[in-house]
């Protein structure tokens, strides 16, 4: 009798527990469902947010666009100082201006570290670095044009030729003109 009532007691023991352990496994199963569903919604939240940066992006892009041509549009309405034509060939004997680096040397409103690079270039001093690319050309960045949104985007491009140095002054409006530009170069 008291083995069959020990038995009944565990039974009831081992009854209590297995519904211990089953309401403990239904709230698992309900967190793990919560789990879920946030995860779910995070993912739609993140799907969200990656379209917005996408069409950010987009639109940034469209704004750069906008403003290079914008750049453009200033520097071909400007009027052309025509003294300077005059002066570069006085001024810098060795140099000879390719391409359209008369024009934009007469466009930049601060010429002074365009005109102090020209100098060193003209009395036989190497001036910037080993242009990429392009054989015997080298490369002076970082001028100052005073073109509002480009300020340091001048460059010049500067191939030794005996006793003459061929020079081309260019404002970098974005990768594609400056790779453009460069590519004119190769007919030098």
């Known amino acids: 009798m008291a083995d069959t009532a020990e038995l009944v007691k565990s039974l009831a023991d081992a009854e209590e527990l297995r519904e211990l352990a089953l309401a403990e496994n239904s709230l698992l199963l309900e967190r793990v469902r919560a789990a879920d ?11 969200d947010l990656a379209a917005q940066v996408d069409t950010l992006l987009g639109r940034v892009a469209e704004l750069e666009a ?29 140099l000879e ?21 020209l100098a060193e270039i003209d009395s036989g001093r190497p001036v910037g670095k080993v242009l990429s690319g392009l054989r015997g050309w080298f490369e002076v960045t970082k001028l ?43 007919a030098f």
């Not at 569903?37 to 799907?47: Q, T, V, Y």
């Not at 520097?75 to 100082?81: F, K, L, V, Y």
């Not at 010429?111 to 102090?116: E, I, K, V």
């Open 37 to 47: 569903s946030e995860a779910a919604e995070c993912g739609a939240r993140a799907d």
């Open 66 to 94: 906008l403003e290079t041509e914008r750049l453009r549009a200033a520097i071909a309405q400007r009027p052309r100082r025509w003294g300077v034509i005059e002066f570069l060939p006085q001024a810098f004997s060795r």
């Open 97 to 117: 201006f390719v391409l359209d680096a008369v024009d934009v040397i007469a466009n930049l409103d601060s010429p002074a570290s365009t005109m102090n690079a």
């Open 144 to 186: 100052a044009t005073g073109v509002a949104g480009s300020e340091r985007l001048g460059r010049i491009y500067y191939k030794p030729d005996g006793q003459r140095v061929l020079v081309s002054v260019h404002i970098e409006q974005d990768e594609k003109h400056q790779r453009h530009h460069i590519e004119r170069l190769r």
